[in-house]
């Protein structure tokens, strides 16, 4: 009999099962005792079987080992892996394995064809958190391990190979990884659904899976695991445990509108009613039985209620209008008796007998707080200084709790001296259109997640706390808290999990202040104190010593514990500043140098700082304008064929020669470029002066010259290019071969669609791409072959340490063996000495680059080393 697959917590079947179909990895997914459950469509056209021959038999029957092979075929290996994962309920990786598979001839007979495999075996677990079983991942290798020569390949070269092979995993791994993350975002979208859902399975409608607005409906009573009933014994005799019955056993759905249903939303509340919009769907499996029910509606109560309470209020308005007895009141000011409607007794939960009429038994019944404000209005309307009273305040109900009422009367009688005689209103009963404005208050000016007063209450606070400082003659602090790789736990983890970090930092935060002390949250990852008043700044670096240490202790986020550090800035008032938004730039840059100084610290606000900032910014300024007044200049370093010693290309690099400052590093400004949008229009200059020197350059040599120009992320990112370079290139009159561009390590990883279409522009217009700073990132040969790098460039780093240290020059040699094998070429940056040139010569390194031949040079005398000879320059 086959076994079914537990389900995933928290995703749909439809939808696991559709991301499961599409993965691009084969996946098989076994039982305990490693009988095939399910097979997915790679895994199939990997193997070359139909998914009715692989389901309910064991992997080790339907791929034997090879009786007549003496080698090891892999089942062994297979066996400990899973058995491992067993043991240990950790995933197993296989990095390189060899496994070969039965295949069917024509004929019938089988024979077995020799495979290699990346397998990663992965456990999975049951909602009670038990092993149930193991999804077994794997890479069909062959073709790189036949490209690699595995077999008769020397032991280093079988090590590069099997490092390839590791890569390869890893990549798997990486994709599981992507696969994770999806799964993530439906659970997500499940999750925060604004109507309701449940799911229940069996007879017994066992609750299996709710999503927030279930539990929030429900008061979050604990629901997973229990039936219907058990779970919710106050709906009893509602009809709703024989609608499931029915649902179940029928398998037709029932669809249901404005339901009551009366149950305690929480243990100490007396039951309420709600009013639910519902349907009932019945879930089947494969063979058409109902196995569960999936629940879901909306809570209209509040849209019910708001429905009524219009309705009321205008029927109330037409009783004050037509002067009837409904809500209604009547009082003498000169007696001072007070008369109330049965409306109004009623409004209030008042018999009759209940309540004095009487002005000081009226006075009695307002809220203290609110007497004095109403007695005002009424005052006003006696003295005639108001024409009508209209006045909004608490009144006691009569089982003890407060009502918001809208008071609004009118002066109807006068005795002979002209003196209010006789005035009537109405109440009518405001208390949810009070706890309305204070919902939107709430939700205006404090953090919905931490409760924290938000960005636009800290500023009102700030800008109090600097009025009092100034008129008590006090100081204040600023400290402003960005937590340090709180990025990384979020997209790691996801946003749920920094949602709970972020919550418990704020606690944290707000138990090292006192009451006096203002906390806020300013959005992201950004915290603000203010503290005032102070004494002696020992005071506030114990504070931020305290915030410090106390979120440097272990975050527990579900069942991951992360770690976390914060960088505080510090600006005080009146020393550093006096306006509340030069206090918060201040201490947003005392901040941001903290961070930079390396994080976990805090540092206070300095005129150097600002300075900083100012040159900053100024330098900003002047890079708007750099283009234009002809500052930028482009120098030429040549790159040498290292077997010939022949000039043979250039790379191109910019230098800005500032009016005043003089020569700016291009790591002050390039990032700058970047940051103001001005990266593309520096870059596309760039590429225009070296197409012409290119042009000119193959001209004198008689032969295309290439030059390299670099190209940043945000260059392929930008739409704002106004120069297609392909374009360009053929407009000029020349060919994709006289310039190549350069792109780093990191920036395949991140590599977005814009980047991979633009790379393959360049391909299909012969434009050569050079990989820069190779060894220092993280690429692996599946993107080296994705992206058709051409040339890789070995770092300057392992090329100085080369002559003195051995592992930098078997980085350095793999590198080069492993290009090749490739088919692209190597060139190495930063040579400086003949030491270096002649290993690299004798490891096989194509080109060099770096002082030992010349250093970046203008236009005019880059010809001039163009014309000379050439073999001088290698010794």
Same mark, same amino acid.
């Given at each position: 009999?086959?076994?079914?697959?537990?389900?995933?917590?928290?995703?749909?079947?439809?939808?696991?099962?559709?991301?499961?179909?599409?993965?691009?990895?084969?996946?098989?997914?076994?039982?305990?005792?490693?009988?095939?459950?399910?097979?997915?469509?790679?895994?199939?056209?990997?193997?070359?079987?139909?998914?009715?021959?692989?389901?309910?038999?064991?992997?080790?029957?339907?791929?034997?080992?090879?009786?007549?092979?003496?080698?090891?075929?892999?089942?062994?290996?297979?066996?400990?892996?899973?058995?491992?994962?067993?043991?240990?309920?950790?995933?197993?990786?296989?990095?390189?394995?060899?496994?070969?598979?039965?295949?069917?001839?024509?004929?019938?007979?089988?024979?077995?064809?020799?495979?290699?495999?990346?397998?990663?075996?992965?456990?999975?677990?049951?909602?009670?958190?038990?092993?149930?079983?193991?999804?077994?991942?794997?890479?069909?290798?062959?073709?790189?391990?036949?490209?690699?020569?595995?077999?008769?390949?020397?032991?280093?070269?079988?090590?590069?190979?099997?490092?390839?092979?590791?890569?390869?995993?890893?990549?798997?791994?990486?994709?599981?990884?992507?696969?994770?993350?999806?799964?993530?975002?439906?659970?997500?979208?499940?999750?925060?659904?604004?109507?309701?859902?449940?799911?229940?399975?069996?007879?017994?409608?066992?609750?299996?899976?709710?999503?927030?607005?279930?539990?929030?409906?429900?008061?979050?009573?604990?629901?997973?695991?229990?039936?219907?009933?058990?779970?919710?014994?106050?709906?009893?005799?509602?009809?709703?445990?024989?609608?499931?019955?029915?649902?179940?056993?029928?398998?037709?759905?029932?669809?249901?509108?404005?339901?009551?249903?009366?149950?305690?939303?929480?243990?100490?509340?007396?039951?309420?009613?709600?009013?639910?919009?519902?349907?009932?769907?019945?879930?089947? $499996?494969?063979? &058409?039985?109902?196995?569960?029910?999936? +629940?879901?509606?909306? !809570? %209209?109560? *509040?849209?019910?209620?708001? @429905?009524?309470?219009?309705?009321?209020?205008?029927?109330?308005?037409?009783?004050?209008?037509?002067?009837?007895?409904?809500?209604?009141?009547?009082?003498?000011?000169?007696?001072?008796?007070?008369?109330?409607?049965?409306?109004?007794?009623?409004?209030?939960?008042?018999?009759?007998?209940?309540?004095?009429?009487?002005?000081?038994?009226?006075?009695?019944?307002?809220?203290?707080?609110?007497?004095?404000?109403?007695?005002?209005?009424?005052?006003?309307?006696?003295?005639?200084?108001?024409?009508?009273?209209?006045?909004?305040?608490?009144?006691?109900?009569?089982?003890?709790?407060?009502?918001?009422?809208?008071?609004?009367?009118?002066?109807?009688?006068? $005795?002979?001296? &002209?003196?209010?005689?006789?005035?009537? +209103?109405?109440?009518? !009963? %405001?208390? *949810?259109?009070?706890?309305? @404005?204070?919902?939107?208050?709430?939700?205006?000016?404090?953090?919905?997640?931490?409760?924290?007063?938000?960005?636009?209450?800290?500023?009102?606070?700030?800008?109090?706390?600097?009025?009092?400082?100034?008129?008590?003659?006090?100081?204040?602090?600023?400290?402003?808290?960005?937590?340090?790789?709180?990025?990384?736990?979020?997209?790691?983890?996801?946003?749920?999990?920094?949602?709970?970090?972020?919550?418990?930092?704020?606690?944290?935060?707000?138990?090292?202040?006192?009451?006096?002390?203002?906390?806020?949250?300013?959005?992201?990852?950004?915290?603000?104190?203010?503290?005032?008043?102070?004494?002696?700044?020992?005071?506030?670096?114990?504070?931020?010593?305290?915030?410090?240490?106390?979120?440097?202790?272990?975050?527990?986020?579900?069942?991951?514990?992360?770690?976390?550090?914060?960088?505080?800035?510090?600006?005080?008032?009146?020393?550093?500043?006096?306006?509340?938004?030069?206090?918060?730039?201040?201490?947003?840059?005392?901040?941001?140098?903290?961070?930079?100084?390396?994080?976990?610290?805090?540092?206070?606000?300095?005129?150097?700082?600002?300075?900083?900032?100012?040159?900053?910014?100024?330098?900003?300024?002047?890079?708007?304008?750099?283009?234009?007044?002809?500052?930028?200049?482009?120098?030429?370093?040549?790159?040498?064929?290292?077997?010939?010693?022949?000039?043979?290309?250039?790379?191109?690099?910019?230098?800005?020669?500032?009016?005043?400052?003089?020569?700016?590093?291009?790591?002050?400004?390039?990032?700058?470029?970047?940051?103001?949008?001005?990266?593309?229009?520096?870059?596309?200059?760039?590429?225009?002066?070296?197409?012409?020197?290119?042009?000119?350059?193959?001209?004198?040599?008689?032969?295309?010259?290439?030059?390299?120009?670099?190209?940043?992320?945000?260059?392929?990112?930008?739409?704002?290019?106004?120069?297609?370079?392909?374009?360009?290139?053929?407009?000029?009159?020349?060919?994709?071969?006289?310039?190549?561009?350069?792109?780093?390590?990191?920036?395949?990883?991140?590599?977005?669609?814009?980047?991979?279409?633009?790379?393959?522009?360049?391909?299909?217009?012969?434009?050569?791409?050079?990989?820069?700073?190779?060894?220092?990132?993280?690429?692996?040969?599946?993107?080296?072959?994705?992206?058709?790098?051409?040339?890789?460039?070995?770092?300057?780093?392992?090329?100085?340490?080369?002559?003195?240290?051995?592992?930098?020059?078997?980085?350095?040699?793999?590198?080069?063996?492993?290009?090749?094998?490739?088919?692209?070429?190597?060139?190495?940056?930063?040579?400086?000495?003949?030491?270096?040139?002649?290993?690299?010569?004798?490891?096989?390194?194509?080109?060099?680059?770096?002082?030992?031949?010349?250093?970046?040079?203008?236009?005019?005398?880059?010809?001039?080393?163009?014309?000379?000879?050439?073999?001088?320059?290698?010794?």
């Amino acid at each position: 009999m086959i076994k079914q697959l537990p389900p995933m917590p928290s995703l749909s079947e439809t939808a696991y099962k559709a991301i499961f179909e599409t993965a691009p990895i084969g996946d098989v997914v076994l039982s305990m005792d490693f009988i095939i459950l399910d097979v997915n469509r790679t895994f199939l056209k990997s193997a070359g079987r139909q998914w009715r021959d692989l389901v309910g038999r064991s992997i080790f029957d339907v791929f034997p080992e090879n009786p007549g092979d003496p080698e090891d075929t892999g089942v062994a290996a297979l066996r400990k892996s899973l058995a491992r994962v067993v043991a240990t309920g950790e995933p197993d990786t296989l990095a390189l394995q060899r496994y070969p598979i039965p295949i069917k001839n024509p004929d019938g007979t089988e024979y077995f064809e020799e495979r290699f495999w990346s397998v990663v075996n992965t456990p999975f677990y049951d909602r009670a958190g038990n092993l149930a079983g193991i999804s077994h991942s794997s890479m069909d290798v062959t073709d790189l391990v036949r490209m690699e020569g595995l077999p008769e390949s020397t032991e280093p070269e079988k090590q590069l190979a099997e490092a390839n092979m590791f890569t390869r995993t890893q990549a798997l791994q990486q994709v599981k990884e992507a696969l994770e993350e999806e799964r993530e975002r439906l659970r997500h979208l499940f999750e925060r659904a604004p109507g309701f859902v449940y799911f229940t399975e069996g007879e017994q409608h066992v609750v299996v899976q709710a999503n927030e607005a279930f539990h929030e409906l429900t008061g979050w009573r604990e629901v997973i695991g229990k039936s219907v009933e058990e779970a919710f014994p106050d709906i009893a005799g509602q009809g709703f445990y024989e609608l499931h019955n029915e649902v179940y056993r029928t398998g037709q759905p029932y669809v249901g509108s404005a339901i009551p249903v009366v149950f305690r939303q929480l243990p100490f509340q007396p039951p309420s009613e709600r009013i639910v919009d519902i349907v009932y769907q019945p879930i089947v $499996d494969a063979s &058409g039985t109902v196995v569960g029910i999936c +629940g879901q509606g909306n !809570d %209209i109560t *509040e849209k019910r209620l708001m @429905e009524a309470e219009l309705r009321a209020s205008e029927e109330r308005w037409k009783l004050a209008l037509e002067a009837s007895g409904g809500g209604m009141w009547e009082w003498n000011p000169q007696t001072r008796d007070v008369r109330f409607s049965h409306t109004w007794r009623d409004m209030l939960g008042y018999s009759k007998d209940e309540v004095e009429e009487s002005f000081d038994a009226w006075q009695r019944m307002v809220y203290p707080k609110d007497l004095k404000r109403v007695l005002k209005d009424l005052d006003q309307l006696i003295r005639a200084e108001s024409q009508t009273f209209s006045s909004e305040y608490r009144i006691r109900r009569q089982d003890g709790g407060w009502m918001w009422v809208l008071a609004r009367g009118a002066v109807v009688g006068r $005795d002979l001296a &002209g003196r209010p005689t006789r005035v009537i +209103g109405t109440n009518i !009963d %405001i208390s *949810e259109s009070k706890q309305s @404005e204070r919902k939107i208050w709430l939700q205006a000016n404090f953090d919905a997640l931490t409760g924290l007063p938000n960005r636009r209450l800290f500023r009102d606070r700030l800008e109090q706390a600097t009025k009092k400082a100034r008129r008590g003659g006090h100081s204040l602090a600023l400290l402003f808290i960005d937590l340090d790789r709180f990025k990384e736990v979020n997209d790691l983890l996801g946003h749920d999990a920094g949602d709970l970090l972020l919550a418990d930092a704020s606690r944290r935060i707000s138990a090292c202040m006192r009451e006096s002390d203002t906390v806020a949250r300013l959005g992201g990852d950004e915290f603000t104190t203010i503290l005032t008043p102070i004494g002696e700044h020992a005071h506030i670096e114990e504070i931020a010593c305290k915030i410090i240490e106390a979120l440097s202790a272990p975050f527990r986020v579900g069942q991951d514990v992360v770690h976390i550090s914060a960088s505080i800035g510090i600006t005080l008032f009146p020393q550093d500043a006096s306006e509340p938004s030069e206090l918060i730039r201040n201490a947003d840059q005392a901040m941001y140098f903290a961070k930079k100084a390396g994080r976990d610290q805090f540092r206070y606000f300095t005129r150097s700082m600002q300075e900083q900032a100012q040159a900053r910014l100024g330098l900003g300024r002047d890079l708007r304008r750099a283009l234009a007044e002809n500052e930028f200049r482009v120098v030429y370093q040549p790159v040498i064929d290292l077997s010939s010693g022949r000039i043979v290309k250039a790379e191109a690099l910019i230098r800005w020669h500032h009016p005043s400052l003089g020569l700016v590093a291009p790591a002050d400004f390039i990032p700058l470029a970047e940051e103001l949008g001005l990266i593309q229009e520096i870059g596309d200059w760039v590429f225009k002066q070296a197409v012409a020197c290119s042009k000119a350059w193959s001209r004198m040599a008689q032969e295309t010259f290439e030059i390299s120009v670099n190209r940043s992320p945000v260059q392929f990112m930008s739409k704002s290019s106004n120069v297609n370079w392909p374009r360009y290139l053929m407009d000029s009159g020349l060919s994709g071969d006289n310039i190549s561009v350069e792109i780093t390590e990191s920036m395949l990883i991140d590599a977005s669609p814009d980047m991979f279409q633009t790379l393959l522009e360049y391909r299909d217009a012969g434009i050569q791409v050079a990989l820069d700073d190779f060894g220092t990132g993280y690429s692996s040969l599946a993107y080296l072959k994705k992206f058709d790098i051409d040339y890789l460039k070995i770092d300057r780093s392992f090329v100085r340490d080369m002559v003195t240290n051995d592992t930098s020059r078997a980085i350095a040699r793999s590198t080069i063996v492993m290009a090749h094998e490739l088919g692209l070429k190597v060139i190495a940056e930063g040579i400086e000495t003949q030491d270096q040139m002649e290993l690299l010569a004798a490891d096989g390194c194509d080109y060099g680059q770096g002082f030992l031949f010349s250093e970046p040079v203008p236009p005019e005398k880059f010809e001039r080393l163009l014309v000379t000879d050439w073999a001088t320059l290698v010794i």
